[in-house]
Protein backbone atom coordinates (compact mmCIF):
# COMPACT_ATOMS: atom_id res chain seq x y z
CA UNK A 1 0.00 0.00 0.00
CA UNK A 2 0.98 3.71 -1.04
CA UNK A 3 2.33 5.58 2.24
CA UNK A 4 -0.64 7.18 3.93
CA UNK A 5 -1.59 10.85 4.15
CA UNK A 6 0.48 12.37 7.17
CA UNK A 7 -2.96 13.84 8.17
CA UNK A 8 -4.50 9.95 8.77
CA UNK A 9 -1.69 9.33 10.82
CA UNK A 10 -2.36 12.23 12.93
CA UNK A 11 -6.13 11.36 12.55
CA UNK A 12 -5.53 7.46 13.63
CA UNK A 13 -3.26 8.42 16.74
CA UNK A 14 -5.72 10.97 18.05
CA UNK A 15 -8.93 8.07 17.72
CA UNK A 16 -6.76 5.89 19.12
CA UNK A 17 -5.78 7.85 22.01
CA UNK A 18 -9.67 8.27 23.20
CA UNK A 19 -10.67 5.07 22.13
CA UNK A 20 -8.47 4.03 25.04
CA UNK A 21 -11.37 6.29 27.37
CA UNK A 22 -14.05 4.43 25.43
CA UNK A 23 -16.76 3.73 28.58
CA UNK A 24 -18.24 0.68 26.38
CA UNK A 25 -18.73 -2.26 29.01
CA UNK A 26 -21.82 -3.84 27.38
CA UNK A 27 -21.10 -4.17 24.26
CA UNK A 28 -17.12 -3.90 24.81
CA UNK A 29 -17.00 -2.63 21.35
CA UNK A 30 -14.60 0.70 22.01
CA UNK A 31 -14.39 3.22 19.10
CA UNK A 32 -12.85 6.73 18.92
CA UNK A 33 -13.58 9.44 16.15
CA UNK A 34 -11.04 12.07 15.24
CA UNK A 35 -12.21 15.02 13.67
CA UNK A 36 -10.24 17.24 11.47
CA UNK A 37 -12.09 20.35 11.62
CA UNK A 38 -12.34 23.92 9.44
CA UNK A 39 -9.56 25.96 12.17
CA UNK A 40 -6.94 23.00 11.75
CA UNK A 41 -7.63 21.29 14.85
CA UNK A 42 -8.43 17.83 15.43
CA UNK A 43 -11.28 16.64 17.61
CA UNK A 44 -11.74 13.50 19.37
CA UNK A 45 -14.30 11.51 21.16
CA UNK A 46 -15.53 8.13 22.09
CA UNK A 47 -18.32 6.10 22.90
CA UNK A 48 -20.01 6.21 25.62
CA UNK A 49 -22.45 3.49 27.01
CA UNK A 50 -24.97 3.40 29.66
CA UNK A 51 -27.17 0.84 31.74
CA UNK A 52 -30.22 1.99 30.05
CA UNK A 53 -29.27 1.10 26.71
CA UNK A 54 -30.49 3.30 24.56
CA UNK A 55 -29.09 6.56 25.83
CA UNK A 56 -25.49 5.36 25.10
CA UNK A 57 -23.80 7.57 22.88
CA UNK A 58 -21.42 7.03 19.76
CA UNK A 59 -17.87 7.91 19.40
CA UNK A 60 -18.95 10.43 16.24
CA UNK A 61 -21.28 12.67 18.20
CA UNK A 62 -18.91 12.95 20.81
CA UNK A 63 -16.34 14.04 18.77
CA UNK A 64 -18.79 16.76 17.07
CA UNK A 65 -19.54 17.82 20.32
CA UNK A 66 -16.05 18.42 21.19
CA UNK A 67 -15.19 19.95 17.92
CA UNK A 68 -18.40 22.77 18.15
CA UNK A 69 -17.16 23.37 22.30
CA UNK A 70 -13.14 23.85 21.04
CA UNK A 71 -14.66 26.76 18.08
CA UNK A 72 -14.80 24.14 15.29
CA UNK A 73 -17.46 24.83 13.11
CA UNK A 74 -17.16 22.55 10.27
CA UNK A 75 -15.77 18.65 9.67
CA UNK A 76 -13.44 18.43 7.12
CA UNK A 77 -11.91 14.95 7.64
CA UNK A 78 -12.82 12.25 9.79
CA UNK A 79 -11.30 9.19 11.19
CA UNK A 80 -13.19 6.35 13.11
CA UNK A 81 -11.36 3.68 14.58
CA UNK A 82 -12.56 0.06 16.70
CA UNK A 83 -11.97 -3.25 17.27
CA UNK A 84 -11.47 -6.01 14.80
CA UNK A 85 -11.00 -6.67 11.10
CA UNK A 86 -13.92 -4.85 9.64
CA UNK A 87 -13.96 -1.47 8.80
CA UNK A 88 -15.79 0.63 11.37
CA UNK A 89 -18.48 2.86 9.39
CA UNK A 90 -20.41 5.32 10.79
CA UNK A 91 -23.85 4.26 11.90
CA UNK A 92 -26.92 5.42 10.21
CA UNK A 93 -27.91 7.82 12.69
CA UNK A 94 -24.09 9.16 12.80
CA UNK A 95 -24.17 9.58 9.45
CA UNK A 96 -27.13 12.02 9.35
CA UNK A 97 -25.09 13.77 12.23
CA UNK A 98 -22.00 14.27 10.76
CA UNK A 99 -24.18 15.77 7.81
CA UNK A 100 -24.80 18.59 9.64
CA UNK A 101 -21.59 19.78 10.28
CA UNK A 102 -19.81 18.63 6.24
CA UNK A 103 -20.74 18.27 2.87
CA UNK A 104 -20.86 15.04 0.64
CA UNK A 105 -17.74 15.01 -0.59
CA UNK A 106 -16.00 14.83 3.08
CA UNK A 107 -13.88 12.13 3.39
CA UNK A 108 -14.50 9.30 6.40
CA UNK A 109 -11.68 6.57 6.46
CA UNK A 110 -13.47 3.97 8.79
CA UNK A 111 -10.71 1.22 10.63
CA UNK A 112 -11.00 -2.08 12.17
CA UNK A 113 -7.56 -1.87 13.75
CA UNK A 114 -6.51 -5.35 12.45
CA UNK A 115 -7.31 -4.64 9.39
CA UNK A 116 -7.37 -2.40 6.28
CA UNK A 117 -8.67 1.31 6.37
CA UNK A 118 -11.86 1.78 4.12
CA UNK A 119 -11.59 5.22 2.17
CA UNK A 120 -14.91 6.39 1.69
CA UNK A 121 -17.11 9.85 1.50
CA UNK A 122 -20.14 10.94 3.53
CA UNK A 123 -21.75 11.12 0.31
CA UNK A 124 -21.12 7.50 -0.53
CA UNK A 125 -22.19 6.49 3.07
CA UNK A 126 -25.43 8.61 3.01
CA UNK A 127 -26.29 9.21 -0.90
CA UNK A 128 -29.18 12.11 -1.29
CA UNK A 129 -29.09 13.11 1.99
CA UNK A 130 -31.31 15.51 3.64
CA UNK A 131 -29.51 18.59 5.11
CA UNK A 132 -29.76 21.85 5.95
CA UNK A 133 -29.91 22.65 2.62
CA UNK A 134 -33.15 21.85 2.79
CA UNK A 135 -34.53 24.10 5.06
CA UNK A 136 -32.56 27.33 3.61
CA UNK A 137 -28.87 27.10 5.40
N1 LIG B 1 -20.45 2.76 17.87
C1 LIG B 1 -19.85 3.98 17.72
O1 LIG B 1 -19.51 4.65 18.71
N2 LIG B 1 -19.63 4.44 16.47
C2 LIG B 1 -19.82 3.71 15.34
O2 LIG B 1 -19.51 4.19 14.27
C3 LIG B 1 -20.39 2.36 15.42
C4 LIG B 1 -20.89 1.96 16.76
C5 LIG B 1 -20.64 2.25 19.23
C6 LIG B 1 -22.05 2.26 19.74
C7 LIG B 1 -21.95 1.20 20.83
O3 LIG B 1 -21.44 1.81 22.02
C8 LIG B 1 -20.92 0.22 20.32
O4 LIG B 1 -20.21 0.91 19.29
C9 LIG B 1 -21.52 -1.05 19.76
O5 LIG B 1 -22.50 -0.78 18.83
Known sequence: MAARAAIDERLFEAAEAVRARAYAPYSNFQV????????????AGCNIENAAY???N???PSA???MRAGGGRRIERVYVTGPGTLPVTPCGGCRQRIREFAAPETPIVCH???GEPLYTTLGE??????GPNHLGR
Open 32 to 43: GAAILADDGNIY
Open 54 to 56: PIG
Open 58 to 60: CAE
Open 64 to 66: IAA
Open 112 to 114: GVD
Open 125 to 130: LLPHSF
